[in-house]
């Protein structure tokens, strides 16, 4: 089987793997061959791509390209700040928290998953965060619909993961905020499936599932969240790399970035741009998903993890009904071509993570090989 640029997807000397891992995670083909060709000499500067200095001309074009594709793709609003950070969207639990909050202040958090829990631990290092809603007792199978929850009347804004990478949950809804900000991880879904970018006052998201190479963040302020960091940094709250006012100053090039990563990020947003925008991604998203949930509704040989009304398009989780069957549909799956299916470990079972350059191929070759197994195994 070859993918859309013409490489053999399976397993064998000199191919690819339908590769389902949740991150880092595929890219597409035009993209890593993009990459590779700017390696020895990136956009006819002269300069290998991790060889150039941030402070040229020429990287500078990159980013700048970066940011207004992002802003073209996701329709950031003018007056937001785009910043490309380091340290993944785990230093983002606590940057966010530490720009936005003060000691005295609460923030409201829905716990939809343990990237979830990990958020409100590190905000309650600056403030008082709270879940005011959790799936924890259930195994985290859903995320909450409005009305499910109250907000704190003295918070000052709302955490929510907008896509739980482990356990395969997603909000097909912008979540009820009460009219206060919404602060969004959005790691595992962005470019992926519908985004109000203007109803949220925190957008991040690390780069390496939806849009490039792992040790980039894109994080995405509202007038509101700048103006908030401002207060904290000029009341000499914030450590200088951990200061939002300060990355938005220098356009993100306040210290060495990721170049590397800016320059791949370029790449995905070019291809997204190429490929009908945040409309095609959704579309394409939306095919692969149902290809693989009608395959898992079609039989109870396979137990679906997520509640129908939360089910993610991005990553899709399910357990075998037979669970000791699943080692040997694992290393079956591996032995055909078909990587990066190990459900997380809080799950068990099986995940195929099938991001925005994951292709539908990939996932019909996944969906064969699974029907060819219930065959041989039921
Ligand atoms: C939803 C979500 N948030 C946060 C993280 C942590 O990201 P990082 O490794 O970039 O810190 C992940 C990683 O898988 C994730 O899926």
Redesign the pocket.
Same mark, same amino acid.
């Given at each position: 089987m070859k993918d859309p640029s013409g490489w053999q997807l399976g397993m064998g000397e000199g191919q690819r793997v339908h590769n389902f891992g949740?991150?880092p995670a595929v890219l597409p083909l035009s993209v890593v061959e993009e990459v590779q060709a700017a390696l020895p000499n990136m956009n006819n500067s002269g300069f290998g791509l991790c060889e150039i200095s941030h402070r040229s001309a020429a990287f500078q074009s990159v980013v700048d390209s970066a940011m207004n594709r992002i802003r073209r793709v996701l329709s950031v609003p003018d007056d937001y700040t785009i910043l490309f950070l380091q &340290?993944?969207?785990?230093?983002?639990?606590y940057m966010s928290a530490l720009n936005l909050l003060k000691s005295d202040e609460k923030a409201d958090f829905l716990e939809t998953?343990g990237?979830s829990k990990?958020?409100l631990k590190e905000a309650n290092r600056i403030g008082d965060g709270m879940a005011i809603w959790s799936d924890s007792e259930n195994g985290f199978k859903s995320v909450p619909n409005n009305g499910d929850y109250n907000l704190r009347d003295d918070s000052v804004y709302l955490h929510y993961?907008?896509?739980?990478?482990?356990y395969g949950t997603q909000y097909h809804h912008l979540p009820d905020s009460g009219g206060k900000p919404r602060i969004v991880?959005?790691?595992?879904d962005i470019a992926g499936v519908t985004i109000d970018v203007s109803a949220h006052d925190v957008i991040y998201? &690390?780069a390496?599932?939806n849009l490039g190479p792992?040790g980039v963040?894109l994080v995405i302020l509202s007038p509101w969240a700048l103006a908030r960091a401002q207060a904290n940094s000029e009341a000499g709250n914030l450590p200088t790399m951990l200061d939002y006012t300060i990355h938005a100053s220098k356009g993100s090039l306040f210290n060495t970035p990721n170049t590397f990563g800016i320059f791949v990020l370029d790449c995905v947003f070019k291809w997204l741009e190429e490929n009908g925008g945040l409309n095609g991604s959704i579309a394409r998203n939306k095919a692969k998903s149902t290809l693989l949930y009608e395959e898992l509704d079609r039989s109870d040989f396979w137990v679906p993890h997520a509640n129908l009304d939360s089910r993610s398009v991005m990553n899709v989780t399910w357990r075998l009904a037979d669970e000791a069957l699943e080692s040997v549909f694992l290393e079956k799956a591996t032995a055909a071509g078909l990587g990066g299916l190990k459900g997380h470990r809080s799950v068990g079972g099986i995940r195929a993570s099938m991001y925005n350059g994951c292709p539908i191929e990939s996932v019909k070759a996944l969906v064969e090989f699974m029907q060819k197994f219930e065959a041989e195994h039921s």
């Open positions: 949740a991150g &340290g993944g969207a785990s230093l983002q639990f998953g990237w990990k958020s993961t907008s896509n739980n990478t482990l991880d959005a790691s595992s998201a &690390g390496q599932k792992s963040t």
